[in-house]
């Protein structure tokens, strides 16, 4: 597949995401704190940047996948703009608090650093957070196995340091969530090598109703574990980053 965001892709992911964004986020944010402005870099189908509305004035969620950035969530206070995070379009001192929701692993740079420092307010708040949705059991019931592959993908990347941050916390926990079967279905779709290979085992026209019925053959519900992470910061722009 040569579009790992392609736009079939792209419509299971954004039709149902496990919903803990919120979860992490009301967990990892200062409570009772309502913020003005809240950037979402990496905001995919703006799954995160909804989660963080709730936090929020508004949010600008920013992506360079115009597949993912046409499926986003649409909602009051929400805009999107495609780009990356190392050449924020915003003015300095603007944003309150910034979120990488899973992006923080391709986006970390110096350039990155350097535009978070620019475009937050004093003491603005920073959190990168990511969950691993572990699916093996569920697609091996399917029939299916993927081949184990090296990666240096790092669910727990953090911005450790940081001239330009303070660390205020670091958590790692593991949570199960109910689910359904086309809810499940969505959610094995939303990713290039696991849609690959389940089209492959069920066929490519039909593949998604097919494992929405093999699941409900072996029941209604389902339930998922999901490894959690998350980090928050506190920007301390009076200390430039070197």
């Given amino acids: 597949m040569s579009d790992e965001y392609s736009d079939e892709i792209s419509k299971h992911y954004a039709a149902y995401r496990p919903p803990i964004h919120q979860d992490i986020l009301g967990v990892a944010l200062p409570k009772g704190t309502d913020f003005e402005l809240g950037l979402d870099i990496g ?43 190392d050449n924020i379009p915003l003015d300095n001192n603007s944003v309150d608090v910034v979120s990488f929701a899973g ?69 790692q926990a593991t949570i199960t969530l109910g689910v359904s079967s086309e809810q499940l279905a969505h959610v094995l ?26 699941l409900s053959e072996m029941n209604e519900r389902h339930t998922i574990s999901v490894d959690t992470y998350f980090s928050t910061y506190q920007v301390n722009v009076s200390t430039p980053p070197v």
Avoid at 62 to 68: G, L, R
């Fill in 43 to 85: 905001c995919g189908t703006g799954v995160s940047s909804e989660a963080l509305i709730k936090f929020c004035s508004r949010v600008i969620g920013i992506d360079p996948s115009s597949a993912m950035l046409a499926q986003a969530s649409r909602a009051e206070g929400l805009s999107y703009l495609q780009g990356t995070g």
């Fill in 103 to 171: 992006s923080l692993s391709y986006a970390k740079s110096e350039a990155l650093n350097d535009e978070i420092a620019r475009v937050c307010r004093n003491d603005a708040w920073v959190i990168a957070y990511d969950f691993e949705v572990l699916l093996d059991e569920h697609l091996e019931s399917l029939g299916v196995t993927l081949p184990s592959r090296a990666s240096t993908y790092n669910h727990a990347e953090n911005f450790e340091g940081s001239n330009s941050m303070v660390e205020q916390q670091v958590n």
């Fill in 189 to 214: 779709f939303s990713s290039s090598r696991r849609y690959s290979a389940l089209s492959e085992h069920y066929g490519l026209n039909h593949a998604f109703g097919a494992v929405v019925s093999a």
